[in-house]
């Protein structure tokens, strides 16, 4: 496979550690399978996090085109943001921020701490909006740079695009070889899935190579994940065409999960709190109340209903996140 072919900045900390989660794996009983975390929380730029590896190839495309200034969108504590402002600093560019109101009812630790504090540090300018009003919102924002003779680069929201999901294509990458190296067969990776570009770049990254690795995307943002499901499965077809062509059977690959956003995104459950506590107190891990915890409970359901068998290896790929910690302090600290 050549990744080499498409424009890339060096953004991250690589190879992220593969660890297992033996102490959880023994407080799950007898029929758990091997545990493992891919810790993509680990990535680097400005706390880490999944968007580190779509942005190598975002940025990469923006400063091939020439770009002074990057535009992005994504709800008030975007993950996704904050990364991109934090790639723009690392690489001298402006950013520009669409923060949809996407979330209702939180308090005022929701608006202006975690990743918003971020956000201000690393130098973004920050447009709020409601989700109606995102498209007036970057047209203006960009008939403003043109007037001022300034190139603008538009990365998608969640950074999904096949262009952003070849950095899943190389995470995949990434993990066979660690797993090769420690004589490892994945059953199956289980993640946080929003807008796609994780997925897809991992769904690419398996049907390039033909393993029967199961990708199973934790949908955490919208009511049932049949509309995630079709994006994953166009973003991968397309990031497989610009590679080697697409294999057969790649829309079987797919599989969202469904059941476990609770009352809606960005809204705390309580299966997502026992995993959060879980996972730090049996394996010191932080993960966040919006994407890696409601992963996470899926994965433990999952394993309670003995979905996998005790002989089987799943990797939960930690997706990161927990920049927005702060911003749930009224429902984590009690
Ligand atoms: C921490 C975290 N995990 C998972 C995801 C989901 O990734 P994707 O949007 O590629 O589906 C996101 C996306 O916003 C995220 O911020």
Redesign the pocket.
């Known amino acids: 496979m050549d990744l080499t072919q498409f424009p890339r900045v060096m953004l991250g900390h690589w190879p992220t550690p593969l660890e297992p989660m033996d102490r959880l794996r023994s407080h799950l009983g007898a029929a758990c399978p091997k545990l493992y975390v891919k810790r993509d929380d680990c990535t680097g730029l400005a706390t880490g996090?999944?968007?580190t590896r779509?942005l190598e190839f975002l940025m990469g495309e923006a400063q091939a085109e020439g770009a002074q200034i990057v535009v992005t969108f994504?709800a008030v504590q975007?993950?996704?943001a904050r990364q991109t402002a934090a790639a723009a600093a690392k690489l001298g560019l402006e950013c520009d921020l669409i923060l949809l109101d996407m979330v209702h009812g939180r308090g005022p630790a929701y608006a202006t701490s975690g990743n918003v504090l971020l956000d201000k540090l690393l130098g973004a300018r920050i447009h709020l909006a409601s989700p109606a009003a995102a498209q007036v919102t970057l047209q203006s924002i960009l008939l403003k740079h043109k007037a001022a003779g300034r190139k603008a680069y538009v990365v998608p929201?969640?950074?999904?695009n096949s262009t952003?999901a070849l950095g899943?294509v190389s995470a995949y990458r990434e993990l066979g070889a660690q797993c090769a190296d420690h004589n490892i067969t994945v059953s199956a990776i289980v993640?946080?899935?929003?807008?796609?570009?994780?997925?897809?770049g991992l769904v690419a990254g398996a049907a390039f190579y033909d393993h029967r690795t199961r990708i199973l995307?934790v949908n955490?943002?919208r009511p049932v994940g049949a509309g995630?499901a079709d994006n994953?499965r166009e973003i991968a077809r397309e990031t497989l065409e610009r590679l080697e062509g697409v294999p057969p059977g790649l829309d079987r690959r797919v599989e969202v999960v469904d059941g476990f956003i609770g009352e809606g995104y960005g809204i705390p459950s309580d299966a997502m709190r026992e995993a959060i506590l879980l996972a730090a107190r049996y394996e010191g891990l932080i993960l966040?109340p919006?994407?890696?915890g409601k992963?996470f409970a899926a994965l433990l359901s999952m394993v309670r209903a003995e979905k996998f068998g005790a002989s089987d290896t799943v990797v939960f790929l930690h997706?990161?996140?927990n920049a927005v910690l702060p911003a749930y302090i009224g429902e984590l600290s009690q």
């Not at 993640?191 to 897809?200: D, E, L, R, Y």
């Open positions: 996090g999944n968007k779509k994504g975007s993950n996704h929201l969640g950074g999904s952003g899943y993640h946080a899935v929003s807008s796609g570009g994780t997925q897809a995307g955490v943002s995630i994953v966040d919006v994407y890696s992963a997706t990161g996140g």
